[in-house]
Each structure stands twice: as C-alpha cells, then as structure tokens.
C-alpha cells in the first residue's frame, strides 16, 4: 500500500491547498510536499525488490487489484517499484519540495491554485513512474500534461499561451502516435494476453508470441510499433528534431514550472523508452541501432552549439537538456550493462543538475528581473551563494569528477564504446567531444554574467538571495556530490540489478553487446 499512501497524500495535499487562502499556501503547501519526501525515501531506505519489474522481478511495494474490463481485456490498478523507478520516485518527490519553496519569491498571484497544481502533478508524476498496467500508466503519463499546461500559460512570461499550446499539442500528438503503436503490439499478441499488464506483455513479446495483424507479419509489426513508439517518445524527451517546444516552454514557464519540466517530466520519455522500446523489443532496437545512435549524437552535438548561441541563461540551460538527453539516449541504444544502467543514472543525475541551474536561473532573475548575457555582470559579488551554487552545478554538467554527471557521463561512455553496433566507438567519441562544446558556452556565460566588475542594466537593487532561495540550491548541490561520490552505494547498484534482466536473454544479448 505505500505506492497508493504515496499518491494519496500528493493528492489529498493538492485538494488542500486548492482550498486555502493564497496568504497561507506556501508555506502549507511545503509542509504537504515534506509528507510524500519523506515517505519516498522511508522507501528508498527499505527498498529490497530484485531483478525487473516487467520481466518477472520481485517487485517492490507491489500491490494488484482488479479495476475493470475492455473488451476481452481485464485492467487492474498495479503499482511497484525496483531499481530502475524507485530513484525516479524520490527524483519526482525531492524536485517538487525544493520547487513548492523556489516558489515563494515569483509566486504572488492565484497562489493557492499554483501549489495545488505542483502537488498534483507529482501525484501523477510518481504514478507515471510506479505504474505497472498500461492503461493505468496512460492515464497516469497524460494527466501530467495538465498541470504543466496551466502553471506555463497562467504564470508564465509573454508568450505564455503560445507556449503552453505548442507544448500541449506537441505532446499529446506524440502520446496519440505511441499509443497507437502499442496496441498494436496487443492486437499483434492475440490470446497470448488477456490484459494490458506490461508484465504480461513484455514476457509475451520476450517469449516470441508477437503474431502478424492483417496483411502485416509478426516482424513488420513490432517494427512499425517500435518505430511509432518511439517517435511518441522522442517528443517527450526531446531528442532532435523533435525538441522544438522544449525553449519555448522552458523560457515562458515560471522558474519552478522549469525545474520541474527539466528534472522529471523529459526524464518520462526516457524511463519509457527504457520500458517499452529497450526491454520489450530489443531485436528491433538492435537493428535500429546505428539510426538511434545517430540521432542521439546529433542532439548532443546540436543540443550543445544552440545553447552556445544564445544570449538568454534559461535558454542556453534549456538547450543543454536537448544535449544531455542525448547523452541517455546513446547509453540506451548501446544495450550494454554500464550503458542502459549509465543512461537511467544519467536521468536521475541530469534531474539534479538542471534543476539546480533552473533555480539558480531563476534566483537570479528574481534579483535582476533579466536573463540577458550582456545585461549585468559581476554577481559574485553581490550574490555569492547564489553564484557559488551556479558554478557548482556548471562544472556538474561538464562532468567534474566527484559529482553525479561525471559518473554519469563515465558509464554511459563505458557502455557505449563497448556495444556491438556498428561505429559505437565513434559514435562514443563524437557524443564525448560534446562535453567540450558545454564547457565552452557555460564557461563563456559565466563569465560575461557572474564575474568581473559589477555592473546592471537594470533599476533594481541587486542583494544576496533570501534563505528560502538559496536553501533549494544547497540541497541540491548535497545531492549532487553525494551521487558522484557514491554512485554504487547510493544508486548504480539498485539500477544495475533491475538492468540486467532487460539485456540476459541469450542471443540477443550477444547480439547487441554485453557487460564490459
């Protein structure tokens, strides 16, 4: 029951601070967001599944009960975590606490409807994340699409509706597209299934029992589902050129809305390509390996140069999550041990450090009210650690040893440059030079904004961050370190064991590449 107390109490705790005076729902709906915190790494704590969750695993804090029927197909509500969504989990319910208080300075309108949008939200980002029946994930996986949609085009900047519509329908189309894909494999199952359980369907797909569908043979039909599947997926990650929407809406969103979006919600289009694409159809990941490959380099590499032209500091670290994804999208294609283990570590890691650099952002702003390079300078000075914080999580994204995105991007390339694709170690060494490219933009903006002689285009004072800005940063920053210095203990260990089961299965694992 502690995956339905979880969601409950991000639930209840959303229905709370929807009803309460705007005066008193900051610090109410803190206090709320410590419960489902709490209780998340309560979990992490006891945490003793073993193995996958969709391949036959112990599953942890499993519960299953039957919910309704759709046509031939029985439904039910079944939620669990293992190695792979538990650091997910307590991701989605740390980045919600620490943006609930990064909120306090910018919110100050409709403030109790902003709360108890963020509250639900990460009800539905934790159900996302611990679902195990595909219809309860899909209700899960669109109702995050709601409150994101609000808190950009209620409390977002100028072209806030815009955004929030380009987001909404970029989205949805793509979930329209994958959710197509995937009942075809169902249909494609037969009787092989009677329920949309993804236990049951990734064993039968695992198994061979995938059958043709009208004029369509079996192998036709998981192609065109992997394909589809995937491209829903790439939507959501972003990968390019599916990355569009990303700038617009990290720009026009509110600073928490920003973290929020960076630090959990790209990391849903990864955990399930990790789920769907990568653990249930790993042949046709392996022969679209090298296009895979290709398209996650290209997002490294161009994700980097956008960020590097750019003037505006919520836009260059937008681009940078185009860059970063890319980076979980080579470890998931070289299907290798350090590499789909080094891609999940990757999302936890990448939703720290940008969520770290959005805050930072938005401290700034909330001082300077400007993003622009060119606008101010020397903020070391009157913001030290404001500015301490945003070059911690700088030289977190170029990979500083000791923090999390240096073992990150060390296992990644590890498992990359060992696949069996053809090219992986080019393909290795060209998403490596990306680490250059970010070092030269996030160097070059730090230095234009935070040293050198003090200087504002603006009228407004600029002072040291209040406690409740900079406390999020530091939090962040423990994190951070505490993950780089011990990745095994604290995470790799959990998300290896529910990796190996994805890539054990014999033929295919010689075929796609094992541990190095």
């Not at 197509?180 to 061979?208: N, T």
């Not at 500083?400 to 990150?408: K, S, T």
Request: glycine share 10%; net charge negative; with cysteine.
């Amino acid at each position: 029951m502690m995956m339905e107390l979880l969601v409950g109490l991000c639930l209840l705790g959303a229905f709370v601070v929807f009803v309460l005076p705007d005066e008193w729902s900051p610090k109410a709906a803190f206090g709320i967001s410590l419960v489902p915190l709490a209780v998340s790494l309560y979990m992490y704590a006891i945490f003793d599944g073993a193995g996958n969750a969709l391949l036959d695993g112990d599953v942890a804090f499993e519960t299953q009960y039957a919910w309704l029927t759709l046509g031939r197909y029985d439904v039910s509500w079944h939620m669990g975590l293992d190695g792979i969504s538990m650091p997910l989990v307590v991701l989605a319910t740390l980045l919600t606490s620490l943006a609930i208080l990064a909120s306090w300075t910018p919110i100050t309108e409709r403030q109790s409807q902003f709360y108890g949008l963020m509250l639900f939200m990460e009800a539905a980002l934790v159900g996302v994340f611990g679902a195990l029946d595909f219809l309860m994930w899909f209700v899960f996986w669109e109702a995050v699409l709601v409150p994101m949609y609000f808190l950009i085009g209620i409390w977002g900047g100028a072209r806030r509706k815009y955004a929030a519509i380009k987001f909404f329908v970029y989205t949805n189309i793509a979930s329209i597209v994958m959710f197509i894909g995937f009942f075809g494999l169902v249909f494609g199952l037969g009787d092989s299934i009677s329920s949309l359980d993804l236990p049951a369907i990734a064993q039968a797909l695992r198994a061979d029992q995938l059958g043709g569908l009208g004029l369509l043979s079996a192998g036709q039909v998981a192609t065109l589902a992997f394909v589809a599947m995937f491209l829903g997926f790439a939507v959501k990650v972003p990968i390019v050129p599916f990355h569009t929407w990303l700038p617009d809406a990290h720009v026009e969103a509110p600073t928490p809305a920003s973290v929020m979006l960076a630090g959990v919600l790209l990391k849903m289009g990864t955990y399930a390509l990790l789920r769907f694409n990568f653990t249930m159809l790993p042949e046709q990941a392996a022969a679209l390996a090298v296009p895979i490959a290709t398209l996650g380099v290209i997002s490294i590499i161009y994700g980097a140069l956008l960020a590097l032209a750019q003037s505006d500091l919520k836009r260059i670290v937008a681009y940078s999550s185009v860059s970063s994804m890319g980076y979980v999208t080579l470890g998931l294609v070289a299907y290798t041990l350090y590499g789909v283990g080094g891609a999940t570590f990757q999302m936890v890691s990448h939703g720290l450090i940008s969520g770290l650099l959005f805050a930072c952002v938005g401290v700034i702003y909330n001082t300077t009210h400007t993003r622009t390079i060119g606008d101010m300078s020397g903020l070391a000075d009157r913001m030290p650690v404001t500015v301490g914080a945003f070059v911690a999580g700088a030289f977190g994204y170029m990979g500083l040893p000791l923090m999390a995105g240096f073992a990150a991007e060390f296992f990644v390339f590890v498992g990359s440059f060992g696949a069996d694709f053809p090219g992986a170690p080019l393909f290795t060494a060209v998403a490596m030079f990306g680490i250059v490219i970010v070092a030269g933009y996030l160097l070059w903006s730090m230095q234009q904004t935070l040293f050198g002689p003090f200087r504002s285009e603006t009228d407004y004072e600029v002072a040291p961050a209040a406690v409740h800005d900079v406390v999020p940063l530091l939090v962040l920053i423990v994190f951070i370190v505490a993950l780089g210095t011990f990745p095994y203990d604290l995470a790799f260990d959990m998300i290896i064991d529910a990796t190996e089961p994805v890539l054990g299965t014999g033929d295919v694992t010689a075929l796609l590449g094992g541990e190095p």
